[in-house]
């Protein structure tokens, strides 16, 4: 399952999205959107996790929690529309 999380601080990085949602289970991939530019991150990141019962269970219990001071939103992310 795709999961996408948003209000993230600037300081958080893959690696501590990888830590913080592996202990609800295995994460195949962690990836913090950057500014391509700044290469600052722009407060959203996408978490693929195999197993769509762990994932279910780390959206439930992690959306609306507090993460490095802000207020996190995580929600099963929805495929890219076409924008034509």
């Given at each position: 399952?795709?999961?996408?999380?948003?209000?993230?601080?600037?300081?958080?990085?893959?690696?501590?999205?990888?830590?913080?949602?592996?202990?609800?289970?295995?994460?195949?991939?962690?990836?913090?959107?950057?500014?391509?530019y700044?290469?600052?991150?722009?407060?959203?990141a996408?978490?693929?996790?195999?197993?769509?019962?762990?994932?279910?269970?780390?959206?439930?219990?992690?959306?609306?929690?507090?993460?490095?001071?802000?207020?996190?939103?995580?929600?099963?992310?929805?495929?890219?529309?076409?924008?034509?």
């Amino acid at each position: 399952m795709n999961i996408y999380v948003s209000n993230l601080s600037a300081v958080v990085n893959s690696e501590d999205l990888t830590k913080h949602f592996s202990t609800y289970g295995q994460v195949a991939s962690a990836n913090v959107i950057t500014d391509k530019y700044t290469r600052q991150s722009r407060g959203f990141a996408f978490i693929e996790m195999p197993n769509d019962t762990e994932a279910q269970k780390a959206i439930t219990e992690l959306n609306g929690t507090l993460y490095e001071g802000r207020s996190i939103v995580v929600n099963e992310a929805k495929p890219k529309k076409d924008r034509y």
